[in-house]
C-alpha cells in the first residue's frame, strides 16, 4: 500500500497514530491535501463524525477509531465463503475483480456491454452510454465494488462457472437474517432471527440515509451482518431463483432506497432480462458431505 494517501488536515498526531495502528505502512504517504479515490469519500464522511466540533481536528484516540474502520474496510474478505448448515454463501456481493477474471476465462460480453449501457432511473429508466460491470458509473471502478448491470441468466452463469448457483429467495433469507454459525462471536446469538440483517437495526448499511456512501460501497467496507455477511441489506438488490412469470426475486434492497426495503418480508420482482446500476448478486454452493458450519 505503498501509494495510499490519507487525508489527515491539520492534525500532526493523525499520521503517528495511523501507523502505531497499523494502517498505513512505513512506506506510504499520509497527505495533507486529499485522499486518494479509494478513500476518499468515506473519509470525508467519517473526519466530519468523529471529529471535534469545537476545533475541527480529530485527536489522536479519534484517529485510531478511523484507522480501525479503514484497516476493516481494506481486509474485505472478498472470494471467503460462509458455510452455514445447508449451504455455503459467498461472504460478499460478487465483484468487479471477481467478475472480470470469469470474463477472461470465458470471453463473456454482456448485455450491457452489446446494447449500449446500462439503466439508471431519472425520468423513468434511462440507458446510460457505456455503463456496464466493468464501469458501474460510467468510469473505470475499483474492483471491489459489486459487479452489476447484470440480468438474472448473467448472474447464474456466473455462479455456475465458479461451481455454485444463485440462491432461493428462502436460502437468502434464512442466510441473511437467521444467525446459523455454531460458535458465532458477540454480539450474535445461535438460532435468533434477527429484524435486519445488520441485527438490531440498520445501522451500519449502505441505505439512501446519510452514510459514508453516496452510491455503491466496495466488499466489506460496511457493517457485517448476520452470519458474518456484507451487504446483505442495501447497497445493490440482489438476484434469486423465485419466479413470477418472467420475473425474478431481487432481495435486500440498494444504496438507492431507505432501510425499508431491507426487510425480509420486501417482494421486489423483475424482469429476468433486466440490469441497472443497483442490481448485483452473490451465490450458494451446495456442500460436500460432512462439511459443517463455521
Same mark, same amino acid.
Given at each position: 500500500?505503498?501509494?495510499?494517501?490519507?487525508?489527515?488536515?491539520?492534525?500532526?498526531?493523525?499520521?503517528?497514530?495511523?501507523?502505531?495502528?497499523?494502517?498505513?505502512?512505513?512506506?506510504?504517504?499520509?497527505? @495533507?491535501?486529499?485522499? #486518494?479515490? $479509494?478513500?476518499?469519500?468515506?473519509?470525508?464522511?467519517? *473526519?466530519?463524525?468523529?471529529?471535534? &466540533?469545537? %476545533?475541527?481536528?480529530?485527536?489522536?484516540?479519534?484517529?485510531?477509531?478511523?484507522?480501525?474502520?479503514?484497516?476493516?474496510?481494506?481486509?474485505?474478505?472478498?472470494?471467503?465463503?460462509?458455510?452455514?448448515?445447508?449451504?455455503?454463501?459467498?461472504?460478499?456481493?460478487?465483484?468487479?475483480?471477481?467478475?472480470?477474471?470469469?470474463?477472461?476465462?470465458?470471453?463473456?460480453?454482456?448485455?450491457?456491454?452489446?446494447?449500449?449501457?446500462?439503466?439508471?432511473?431519472?425520468?423513468?429508466?434511462?440507458?446510460?452510454?457505456?455503463?456496464?460491470?466493468?464501469?458501474?458509473?460510467?468510469?473505470?471502478?475499483?474492483?471491489?465494488?459489486?459487479?452489476?448491470?447484470?440480468?438474472?441468466?448473467?448472474?447464474?452463469?456466473?455462479? @455456475?462457472?465458479?461451481? #455454485?448457483? $444463485?440462491?432461493?429467495?428462502?436460502?437468502?433469507?434464512? *442466510?441473511?437474517?437467521?444467525?446459523? &454459525?455454531? %460458535?458465532?462471536?458477540?454480539?450474535?446469538?445461535?438460532?435468533?432471527?434477527?429484524?435486519?440483517?445488520?441485527?438490531?437495526?440498520?445501522?451500519?448499511?449502505?441505505?439512501?440515509?446519510?452514510?459514508?456512501?453516496?452510491?455503491?460501497?466496495?466488499?466489506?467496507?460496511?457493517?457485517?451482518?448476520?452470519?458474518?455477511?456484507?451487504?446483505?441489506?442495501?447497497?445493490?438488490?440482489?438476484?434469486?431463483?423465485?419466479?413470477?412469470?418472467?420475473?425474478?426475486?431481487?432481495?435486500?434492497?440498494?444504496?438507492?432506497?431507505?432501510?425499508?426495503?431491507?426487510?425480509?418480508?420486501?417482494?421486489?420482482?423483475?424482469?429476468?432480462?433486466?440490469?441497472?446500476?443497483?442490481?448485483?448478486?452473490?451465490?450458494?454452493?451446495?456442500?460436500?458431505?460432512?462439511?459443517?458450519?463455521?
Amino acid at each position: 500500500m505503498s501509494d495510499l494517501k490519507i487525508d489527515v488536515g491539520h492534525d500532526a498526531a493523525a499520521p503517528l497514530a495511523l501507523r502505531r495502528l497499523g494502517a498505513v505502512g512505513p512506506g506510504a504517504a499520509v497527505s @495533507r491535501r486529499r485522499p #486518494g479515490p $479509494l478513500l476518499q469519500k468515506p473519509f470525508k464522511w467519517l *473526519a466530519l463524525i468523529i471529529s471535534n &466540533r469545537s %476545533t475541527g481536528r480529530a485527536s489522536s484516540w479519534r484517529w485510531l477509531l478511523l484507522a480501525a474502520f479503514f484497516m476493516r474496510a481494506a481486509h474485505a474478505q472478498v472470494d471467503e465463503k460462509v458455510v452455514l448448515p445447508a449451504f455455503a454463501i459467498d461472504r460478499t456481493e460478487v465483484t468487479i475483480g471477481q467478475f472480470e477474471r470469469y470474463v477472461r476465462a470465458t470471453g463473456t460480453v454482456t448485455r450491457a456491454e452489446k446494447e449500449g449501457g446500462g439503466f439508471e432511473f431519472g425520468a423513468g429508466w434511462e440507458r446510460r452510454p457505456g455503463w456496464s460491470w466493468r464501469q458501474p458509473d460510467g468510469t473505470i471502478a475499483q474492483n471491489k465494488l459489486p459487479a452489476v448491470h447484470l440480468d438474472f441468466f448473467e448472474a447464474q452463469a456466473y455462479c @455456475r462457472w465458479a461451481g #455454485g448457483r $444463485l440462491p432461493s429467495g428462502a436460502e437468502w433469507q434464512k *442466510a441473511g437474517f437467521t444467525e446459523l &454459525r455454531d %460458535t458465532p462471536p458477540a454480539p450474535w446469538v445461535k438460532d435468533r432471527t434477527y429484524p435486519w440483517t445488520t441485527g438490531e437495526s440498520p445501522n451500519g448499511a449502505n441505505t439512501s440515509d446519510p452514510d459514508p456512501w453516496p452510491r455503491a460501497a466496495p466488499a466489506g467496507a460496511t457493517r457485517a451482518g448476520v452470519n458474518g455477511l456484507f451487504d446483505m441489506g442495501a447497497n445493490v438488490w440482489e438476484w434469486t431463483t423465485d419466479a413470477n412469470g418472467k420475473e425474478r426475486r431481487t432481495v435486500g434492497g440498494s444504496w438507492w432506497y431507505g432501510a425499508f426495503n431491507m426487510k425480509a418480508d420486501v417482494q421486489a420482482f423483475k424482469p429476468a432480462d433486466f440490469y441497472a446500476v443497483y442490481l448485483g448478486f452473490r451465490c450458494v454452493y451446495d456442500l460436500q458431505p460432512n462439511r459443517r458450519s463455521q
